[in-house]
């Protein structure tokens, strides 16, 4: 059974940092693409930041330079370094799975398993 668990959200000041972890079981992240979402309160859901099983990095505009997305295959899990947060990355974050390696895009549909999410506030 896949399962996604978020963790590593949390209040920080503006400027701060964060590292969001997702744990991943019933299967390998290698094989997979996989991403982090977010959605702020009374907005849509976002994409934020994919990683293709080659090693492909894809990242929003909004985040680019300040967001790193990583995965440690040994520990089947999924990271995301967030630096010099903003009040505008206030937001439930979440990770996801496409059924697939590669991420093209951030279509919500095309990504079948999701984690709970883990509350990332900047104030």
């Known amino acids: 059974q896949v399962q996604l668990v978020e963790s590593g959200g949390g209040s920080v000041q503006t400027g701060g940092s964060l590292r969001l972890s997702c744990a991943a079981s019933g299967f390998k992240y290698s094989t997979y693409c996989m991403a982090w979402f977010r959605q702020a309160p009374g907005k849509a859901r976002e994409g934020v930041a994919s990683?293709?099983?080659?090693?492909?990095?894809n990242y929003a505009d909004s985040v680019k330079g300040r967001f790193t997305i990583t995965q440690d295959n040994a520990k089947n899990t999924l990271y995301l370094q967030m630096n010099s947060l903003k009040p505008e990355d206030t937001a439930m974050y979440y990770c996801?799975?496409?059924?697939?390696?590669?991420?093209?895009?951030?279509?919500?549909?095309?990504?079948?398993?999701w984690g709970l999410g883990t509350q990332v506030t900047v104030s």
């Open positions: 990683l293709d099983n080659d090693g492909t990095t």
């Open positions: 996801a799975r496409r059924d697939g390696p590669y991420c093209l895009g951030y279509s919500e549909a095309e990504y079948h398993y």
